[in-house]
């Protein structure tokens, strides 16, 4: 039913892009205005049939009793305040509707913003090289990407980003402020952070952001540490190598970073957990409500490591989305032990849709639950063994989580 609700309300404001700059009352005409008049009534009755058809006892006579006020009576009287044309009235509504579901991660993006959104998704583009969301509608660092502007600024996850520039953060939306924060390469934004309990300003000098994949290292102690950044197109053929690397180091031994990671394709998640599950256990289950079945993402069954691995995923604030995907499945299916802080709890589902060729809705579906129902959107992740990194730790440049993960691995009683 709200389906159809949506789509009848974006019918309605197509009709009024089409209708045009009627009612303004600016030396037009009697003529003109009835007309204009009688355009609106011709317009609303159709709409009103085609409402009460689809959408039962919706009452969309608020709606053109305020649009037309406002055609009839709005003056600008400061520089700021203008007459938006017809086709940026139709986006602003869009925009509205979209907000009142009070979903973070459900947007309409126009022309400018569409765009944008294009080129973050493709991985390369010019700006600070942070994931940043919404944590209790505060606009916060979900994690400082590896090598980028950011991380060499300083920033850390669980920043509250207070300002972008001269411009509060209060109220603003996530893609607002992904546009204020992005800018020519070499240009400088100045963000107002609260970390650890401290304000502080924040100067970063933008740059092109190519997002990092995964790192490797075998320790002097045997154990070997995969550190992987993203789950990029192409992370899973490297997540393979990372892995065949592993397998020629005669180490059984394994730490899987995944701390700061923000996420990113569902099926670079599936395709690692494959390596370690046999064929159709359960990685993730996206939970649709009473709109979708479930739909139950398995394994497809690689399952090289059998027997005789060790492994600890090691998660923070900063691992969201797909990291926690791999992190709950790992954990549930007693392949790997948590260890570090409890995650993001990004666990949702969206879907880009096209509305008109230069916009776009990003839109949840669905929920991500782990195998055992555990919904990571609710909770995220809280790991078995919980290791806080200190202020002394990060002046000191002294890994606790990583050295707290390799001593549990070299436990001979070490069990998932």
């Not at 009576?73 to 139709?90: C, I, L, Q």
């Not at 600024?153 to 924060?181: H, M, N, P, R, Y």
């Not at 950044?229 to 059984?252: H, K, Q, V």
């Amino acid at each position: 039913m709200k389906g159809s609700l949506s789509k009848s309300l974006l019918v309605t404001l197509i009709i009024i892009g089409v209708v045009g700059s009627f009612g303004l009352g600016i030396g037009t005409g009697k003529r003109l205005e009835h007309k204009a008049a009688l355009a609106v009534d011709r317009v609303e009755a159709q709409n009103q049939a085609a409402v009460r058809g689809q959408a039962g006892n919706l009452d969309m006579q608020p709606f053109w009793k305020t649009f037309d006020v406002l055609n009839e009576k709005f003056v600008a009287t400061t520089a700021s305040s203008s007459v938006p044309t017809d086709r940026e009235k139709v986006f602003a509504a869009i925009e509205g509707l979209t907000s009142s579901y009070g979903d973070p991660y459900t947007s309409f993006f126009p022309p400018k913003e569409a765009k944008q959104f294009e080129d973050e998704v493709r991985g390369d583009f010019g700006g600070i090289g942070a994931e940043i969301g919404l944590r209790d509608e505060i606009l916060t660092v979900v994690a400082p990407l590896k090598g980028t502007p950011a991380e060499r600024a300083g920033l850390k996850s669980g920043d509250v980003i207070l300002k972008i520039d001269a411009k509060f953060t209060a109220g603003l939306s996530v893609e607002d402020a992904v546009s204020l924060i992005r800018g020519p390469k070499g240009t400088q934004v100045v963000l107002m952070v609260k970390q650890n309990g401290d304000a502080k300003e924040v100067a970063i000098t933008r740059d092109t952001i190519n997002i990092p994949t995964i790192d490797t290292k075998l320790r002097e102690d045997g154990v070997f540490v995969i550190s992987l950044y993203s789950f990029s197109a192409n992370s899973p053929t490297l997540f393979r190598g990372a892995l065949r690397e592993f397998i020629l180091s005669g180490s059984d031994k394994l730490v899987l970073d995944l701390r700061n990671n923000p996420g990113g394709y569902l099926n670079a998640a599936i395709d690692m957990a494959s390596w370690f599950l046999p064929l159709g256990k359960v990685v993730v289950v996206e939970d649709g409500g009473v709109k979708a079945q479930q739909k139950i993402n398995r394994s497809q069954g690689y399952n090289v490591f059998t027997e005789n691995l060790k492994m600890v995923i090691l998660i923070n604030g900063g691992s969201a989305s797909a990291s926690e995907i791999l992190a709950g499945a790992l954990n549930e299916h007693n392949i790997a032990k948590l260890v570090g802080e409890k995650s993001f709890g990004k666990g949702s589902v969206q879907e880009l849709v096209e509305i008109t060729p230069d916009t776009s809705l990003k839109v949840t579906i669905a929920r991500w639950l782990t195998p055992n129902g555990h919904s990571i959107s609710e909770n995220g992740l809280v790991p078995e063994i919980k290791v806080e990194t200190t202020k002394e730790d990060i002046k000191n440049k002294y890994d606790r989580q990583m050295e707290k993960a390799a001593e549990i691995l070299k436990d001979p009683n070490f069990k998932p």
